[in-house]
């Protein structure tokens, strides 16, 4: 009897420790409800923000004004929500029909999108520029919401030229240099059910880096896309902790399928 009671209580804590061992797993020290956190408060900022034309810039912090026409590829999101809330992200440009954006300005935990309207051509969110709504939205099909891994989607739209026509004045877009660092760095902070193969991350030293909002938006190096901006930690964007991305190369095959 002694023995099958110390079996039972061997065989309870090997549960207690396989539970503890999946909770760490996905216990990880990113914003998961995105839209409701960050997304549909950030939108909020900027339209008050710009229509107050005093607008700062502070979706990426330590970075500086870019100019208008600076990067053509570049375009921001006005989402709007299932509910009807308003949230914002960003997209890069991939053709005159397509862009790419994080999985998560989609769907994030906590909520899903309706549509998406991508404004092209204009370094404000709310005005200016080239406008196309669409809800022709496409997620990976291994995008996790929980832990952000293959964080990728397309969007289609009506055609669009390539143009940078839109407003010359008030340059409120910015940019910043990062460096490009190793995921075993990364994953020392966010685990390896985030950090995976296909995932990319930049060190944020010197309050520089990626900030709430820019989801979805352009890592570049050579004038080449290589990664698309997916999460930040959860405690704030200036901590000086890394940011990450999804790595283009990685989904490059089903980005090609997606054209």
């Not at 989402?79 to 954006?101: D, E, F, K, Q, Y």
């Not at 891994?149 to 910015?174: E, H, K, M, P």
């Not at 010197?206 to 080449?224: E, H, K, M």
Request: hydrophobic share 40%; glycine share 12%.
């Amino acid at each position: 009897m002694h023995s099958v009671n110390m079996k039972l209580l061997v065989a309870l804590a090997l549960v207690g420790l396989v539970r503890s061992a999946l909770a760490e797993e996905f216990v990880v020290p990113i914003e998961v409800d995105y839209h409701n956190k960050i997304g549909i408060p950030e939108a909020a900022r900027i339209k008050a923000a710009e229509e107050a034309l005093d607008f700062d810039g502070g979706r990426i912090v330590g970075g500086a004004a870019a100019g208008l026409g600076q990067y053509p590829y570049l375009g921001g999101l006005i989402i709007t929500m299932t509910t009807g809330s308003t949230a914002v992200c960003g997209c890069s440009l991939l053709s005159n029909t397509r862009a790419v954006t994080a999985a998560h300005c989609w769907r994030s935990t906590g909520s899903s999108a309706s549509s998406f309207t991508v404004v092209l051509g204009s370094t404000l969110l709310f005005s200016g520029g080239t406008r196309v709504t669409t809800s022709d939205v496409t997620m990976h099909g291994s995008y996790n919401s929980w832990t952000l891994a293959n964080d990728v989607a397309i969007i289609r739209f009506d055609w669009v030229t390539y143009t940078a026509a839109g407003i010359s004045t008030n340059q409120y877009l910015s940019h910043v240099q990062v460096q490009v660092i190793t995921n075993a760095v990364c994953q020392q902070t966010y685990g390896t059910s985030t950090v995976q193969a296909s995932t990319l991350c930049v060190a944020t030293t010197g309050g520089r880096g990626t900030c709430g909002g820019d989801s979805g938006g352009p890592l570049v190096a050579d004038n080449q896309l290589i990664g698309i901006t997916s999460f930040g930690h959860i405690s704030g964007c200036e901590r000086g902790v890394p940011a990450g991305f999804a790595r283009v190369t990685a989904f490059y095959d089903w980005l090609s399928s997606q054209l």
